[in-house]
């Protein structure tokens, strides 16, 4: 019985293949019929379906971001994904010539080139509209495919995509990193032309609104801190009142913690931060004390001293403010205790803000490891299907390569 299957199946496999070469036959050759075009076109078709069967769990965010948790919880040392050097020179030299032309630009944008034997064509920099729901990948697509169209003869070109930011991978339309994938390989059936994707940035799904992590706040890390495993933890966190992380974010966080280069820069101190809004609250409704008002605002601006110029750990930066609090001289005359309330109030908000800050450090700590993995788990997953014609990874710059430690 096993034996039938296994022949029929075998059989299958054969008039597949059959009909793959005879398709292949009729495909390329000059005679062409417009019978055998529509052929070629409807193979297309079915390959694209099997390939976007491939990539499909990637379509499927929710899906996604679970597996890349997991991932990320046994992950070692992140490696950017890079491009081969000979493809990093080339993007090197274009970027040169578009920044010439159109000065260095910071915030996202794209640009691409068609190179071709005779000639090689720049288009962009493209930039997104978000209010018309664009990102500048789209511009991208578009112009190529409609040069690639007008073109004559593309054959043995080369489309070469640069986007500062990686192209996205969740979006509330297809994502740009799954157009795009898509469309180099059908740029490469229909034109024999290779795409090389080029990035600076990982954005992973969503960039900065990556929300993965956003329930990450001070009493949580502190808790993943204080406890050894995932089910102390739990214990810890509900004693408290705190709705526990699931465990491969308890990971995550918990392999962040003990990494021993983990010190942070406690970056804006910025007056309208909400700790010391709260402080100034403390008057609030009391217009005749604008004198102590004035002298706290004397205080928190003299306390731009704390800034660290270096990196500091989190129990350095907390101690900071009680000892400042304590060595303070308020310059008007101030009942001992109006000064005791005001650098008690001090202290308080100084913890309060340092927490908040520290924690949105490692939010932010996080967020972009999650979406480093997600760009390299994401290219490791399709460049089996699609080496051939396509080539993703982040450009290196030469002052970053002199740049790596010894
Ligand atoms: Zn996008």
């Not at 046994?74 to 994904?81: G, L, M, P, R």
């Not at 800034?307 to 304590?326: N, V």
Request: net charge neutral.
């Amino acid at each position: 019985m096993c034996k039938k299957k296994c022949l029929k199946t075998l059989a299958r496999y054969e008039a597949d293949t059959r009909t793959d070469r005879h398709d292949r036959q009729t495909s390329c050759g000059p005679f062409c019929t417009p019978e055998d075009c529509v052929n070629v076109a409807t193979k297309n078709l079915t390959d694209t379906k099997s390939f976007l069967g491939d990539i499909l769990s990637w379509a499927d965010t929710q899906t996604s971001v679970k597996k890349l948790l997991l991932h990320l919880k046994f992950k070692q040392a992140t490696d950017h994904v890079l491009l081969d050097k000979s493809i990093n020179k080339t993007f090197l030299e274009f970027q040169h010539n578009i920044t010439e032309e159109c000065g260095a630009v910071d915030k996202q944008h794209s640009w691409a080139v068609i190179e071709k034997q005779e000639e090689i064509i720049m288009y962009g920099p493209f930039y997104p509209k978000y209010n018309k729901g664009k990102h500048s990948e789209d511009f991208i697509i578009k112009q190529t495919q409609e040069l690639l169209e007008s073109e004559a003869a593309s054959e043995g070109g080369k489309v070469y995509v640069f986007t500062k930011n990686s192209p996205c991978l969740a979006r509330n339309t297809d994502a740009c990193m799954l157009n795009l994938v898509q469309k180099a390989k059908e740029w490469w059936t229909v034109y024999r032309v290779k795409t090389h994707i080029g990035y600076v940035k990982c954005w992973g799904f969503k960039g900065n609104k990556e929300n993965v992590f956003r329930d990450i706040h001070f009493s949580q890390v502190d808790c993943i801190d204080q406890t050894e495993d995932y089910e102390s933890y739990v214990k810890a966190a509900e004693e408290t009142d705190l709705n526990p992380a699931c465990e491969n974010v308890f990971s995550a966080v918990k392999r962040l913690l003990r990494s021993a280069d983990l010190a942070f820069i406690n970056t804006v101190q910025d007056q309208g931060c909400k700790s010391f809004k709260r402080m100034h609250s403390i008057f609030d409704g009391k217009p005749e004390e604008e004198k102590d008002i004035q002298e706290l605002n004397r205080m928190i601006k003299a306390a731009q001293v704390l800034l660290p110029d270096k990196k500091e750990s989190l129990e350095e930066h907390l101690r900071k403010g009680p000892t400042f609090a304590f060595e303070y001289a308020f310059s008007s005359q101030m009942s001992d205790a109006k000064q005791g309330q005001i650098r008690l109030t001090f202290q308080q908000c100084w913890t309060e803000m340092v927490q908040d800050k520290y924690a949105k450090f490692i939010r932010e700590k996080l967020t972009e490891d999650f979406n480093q993995c997600t760009v390299q788990l994401f290219i490791k997953d399709v460049v089996s299907f699609t080496k051939e014609y396509l080539q993703i990874g982040r450009i290196q710059f030469p002052e970053e390569a002199s740049q790596v430690p010894q």
